[in-house]
Nanobody, 121 residues
Framework: QVQLVESGGGLVQPGGSLRLSCAAS????????MGWFRQAPGKQRELVAA???????NYADSVKGRFTISRDNAKNTVYLQMNSLKPEDTAVYYC???????????????WGQGTQVTVSS
């Protein structure tokens, strides 16, 4: 049984920073592609950042240069460092891991419970 547990969300002022963590337990290996998605009220869930098994990364245009995704395979943990936060970054952020049968973003892949990030003065 795989579990993904996110932490690190909260309230931050515009221009501030937060670091999200996603701890994976169960049969998650370093070869699994992992990513962060977010969903704002009234909007569809969108991919924020992904990190592949060899460490290459991919980012949504809206967060390039501000967010950094990384992974610590020894700890089975993925991080999302978010800098220069904007009010439009406000959303519930979800950790996601592909499975052997389902790719990143699939409803059948592994998902965490989500953590709220609110950017407001």
């Amino acid at each position: 049984q795989v579990q993904l547990v996110e932490s690190g969300g909260g309230l931050v002022q515009p221009g501030g920073s937060l670091r999200l963590s996603c701890a994976a337990s169960g049969s998650i290996f370093s070869s699994n592609t992992m990513g962060w998605f977010r969903q704002a009220p009234g909007k569809q869930r969108e991919l924020v950042a992904a990190i592949f098994s060899r460490g290459s990364t991919n980012y949504a245009d809206s967060v390039k240069g501000r967010f950094t995704i990384s992974r610590d395979n020894a700890k089975n943990t993925v991080y999302l460092q978010m800098n220069s936060l904007k009010p439009e970054d406000t959303a519930v952020y979800y950790c996601n891991a592909e499975t052997s049968d389902y790719g990143l973003g699939s409803e059948h892949a592994y998902w965490g419970q989500g953590t709220q990030v609110t950017v407001s003065s």
